[in-house]
Nanobody, 127 residues
Framework: QVQPVESGGGFVQAGGFLRLFCAVS????????RGWFRQAPWKDRDFRAA????????YYAGSVRGRFTISRDNAKNTVYLQINSLRPEDTAVYYC????????????????????WGQGTQVTVSS
């Protein structure tokens, strides 16, 4: 069983930055593609970024490209999401997800394609 655990959320002013962490326990971490999603109140869970298990490929939602950076350290079983130039519309609960994929696969971009989810970490951005 793979269990992601998010941390690093908080309350920041617009223009600030945060670094979110997703630690994983359980099975071999390195073979799992990892994604970050966010969910604002009364809205769907939206894709933000994903990284392949080798770390060689990253994918971003168009609205966050240039502000979000996803990375991973397989030795530490951890995935990171650096968020710069935060905006009030970034306010949401951010979730880390994992799915096992074969090498060379593109990361899924839809929430239902991921098998394992963390409990989320709240990000609140004030204007």
């Amino acid at each position: 069983q793979v269990q992601p655990v998010e941390s690093g959320g908080g309350f920041v002013q617009a223009g600030g930055f945060l670094r979110l962490f997703c630690a994983v326990s359980g099975r071999t971490f390195s073979t799992y593609t990892r994604g970050w999603f966010r969910q604002a109140p009364w809205k769907d869970r939206d894709f933000r970024a994903a990284i392949t298990w080798s770390g060689g490929s990253t994918y971003y939602a168009g609205s966050v490209r240039g502000r979000f950076t996803i990375s991973r350290d397989n030795a530490k079983n951890t995935v990171y999401l650096q968020i710069n130039s935060l905006r009030p519309e970034d306010t949401a609960v951010y979730y880390c997800a994992a799915v096992r994929q074969v090498r060379g696969s593109s990361p899924p971009l839809r929430s239902y394609e991921y098998d394992y989810w963390g409990q989320g970490t709240q990000v609140t951005v004030s204007s």
